[in-house]
Antibody
Framework: QVQLIQSGAEVKKPGASVKVSCKVS????????MHWVRQAPGKGLEWMGG????????IYAQKFQGRVTMTEDTSTDTAYMELSSLRSEDTAVYYC??????????WGQGTLVTVSS | SYVLTQPPSVSVAPGKTARITCGGD??????VYWYQQRPGQAPVVVIY???DRPSGIPERFSGSKSGNTATLTISRVEAGDEADYYC???????????FGGGTKLIVL
């Protein structure tokens, strides 16, 4: 059973960056293809990107290209998602979720990022 | 970019059958996944590979596809089924994961 523990809520000013972490247990990070999905208040799920096991590369949703970086520390089995140039529209709950055959079977508890001046 | 279209809401009386649709071009060639999300909680998969149910998901939940539409069917609806439901596919053309806009199931 995969367990995903994310870092706590963040409040950031417009233009700043935020880095959210996702600690994996039950599996090693190298056994997973980690992705990130966000959800703005009252809105739907929005895929941001993640590791594509078919080509061995990290892929990003076009909307976030150039503004998001997803990294992994395999020594601590922790995945990170950093989003820069924050704006109010980035206020959302951010989830880490590994994919298997493009299915999100497990999800972190979510991290609320609030962007406000 | 690839788009999945869901109705914003579906209303159903307890004990009846709810059908939530998910429309997309050539969806027949893609595996469709369905998630249930209750307020304040992370999504939970209820259907994978179009129509398979994970262990722990009641048999009342089923999935199907026809033409350009996938459908999540919930039989004998219970009050506890009230939640948001999302469909999802992997679009190999754009190399993007795509979620539908979500459907709020309202149990009357």
């Amino acid at each position: 059973q995969v367990q995903l523990i994310q870092s706590g809520a963040e409040v950031k000013k417009p233009g700043a960056s935020v880095k959210v972490s996702c600690k994996v247990s039950g599996y090693t990070l190298t056994e997973l293809s980690m992705h990130w999905v966000r959800q703005a208040p009252g809105k739907g799920l929005e895929w941001m990107g993640g590791f594509d096991p078919e080509n061995g590369e990290t892929i990003y949703a076009q909307k976030f290209q150039g503004r998001v970086t997803m990294t992994e520390d395999t020594s601590t089995d922790t995945a990170y998602m950093e989003l820069s140039s924050l704006r109010s529209e980035d206020t959302a709950v951010y989830y880490c979720a590994p994919v298997q055959q493009w299915l999100f079977a497990y999800w972190g508890q979510g991290t609320l990022v609030t962007v406000s001046s | 970019s690839y788009v999945l279209t869901q109705p914003p809401s579906v209303s159903v009386a307890p004990g009846k059958t709810a059908r939530i649709t998910c429309g997309g071009d050539n969806i027949g060639s893609k595996s469709v996944y369905w998630y249930q999300q209750r307020p304040g909680q992370a999504p939970v998969v209820v259907i994978y590979y179009d129509g398979d149910r994970p262990s722990g998901i009641p048999e009342r939940f089923s999935g199907s596809k026809s033409g350009n539409t996938a459908t999540l069917t919930i039989s004998r609806v219970e009050a506890g089924d009230e939640a948001d439901y999302y469909c999802q596919v992997w679009d190999s053309g754009s190399e993007h994961v795509v979620f539908g806009g979500g459907t709020k199931l309202i149990v009357l």
